[in-house]
């Protein structure tokens, strides 16, 4: 009884525990804080427009265009694979609509590294062609249809790129 006693019996806390456990604490709190104020600072600027006061300004007027370009009822479909982004480009009927120009400006969520804009080529078959694979990953495409100088279609799209170059459905 006594040996059990003696392996249970509660072993003195010092103040060298208390301060080793003081400076384990914190020094885990303030190594995960610097790492994560590291990642903060290099991998995204937080620049999202260059002047917010002029962005402001142009909001409404952006926001009419957007609505008068929706109630168009342009669509499009995208696709991907090793040779490029594909788009197949339709009217409200879901007919191919036929665009003069069509521009796609890609864009990672964070960083502007791999920013880039495609002109987009128009095939015999109706589908919308662009050169040059995506990496994986998350991407927003920002298309811009235009015909006859008219803007027919202008939508942002986010979407994901699997490492055979195909798209998420």
């Known amino acids: ?3 059990i006693r003696a392996i249970f019996q509660p072993k003195e806390f010092t103040g060298r525990h208390m301060l080793f456990t003081m400076v384990a604490f914190f020094g885990v709190i303030i190594t995960v804080n610097l790492i994560m104020a590291r990642f903060a600072v290099t991998t995204w600027s937080g620049l999202v427009v260059p002047n917010t006061y002029v962005a402001s300004q142009q909001f409404n007027a ?14 499009l479909e995208f696709g991907s694979d090793v040779d490029g982004l594909s788009i197949r480009f339709s009217d409200r009927r879901g007919e191919p609509a036929l665009a003069d120009s069509m521009v796609v400006a890609l864009r990672r969520p964070v960083g502007t590294d791999q920013d880039r804009e495609l002109v987009m080529v128009r095939g015999s078959d109706g589908i919308y062609r662009a050169e ?5 990953g998350e991407w927003i495409a920002t298309v811009t249809a235009s015909n006859n100088g008219q803007t027919l279609y202008k939508r ?14």
């Open 156 to 169: 942002g799209r986010r979407f994901h790129v699997r490492a055979d170059g195909s798209l998420l459905p």
């Open 1 to 3: 009884m006594q040996m």
């Open 62 to 75: 952006k926001a009419a265009e957007s609505r008068d370009i929706a109630a168009l009822g342009y669509q």
């Open 132 to 136: 040059g694979q995506l990496a994986q």
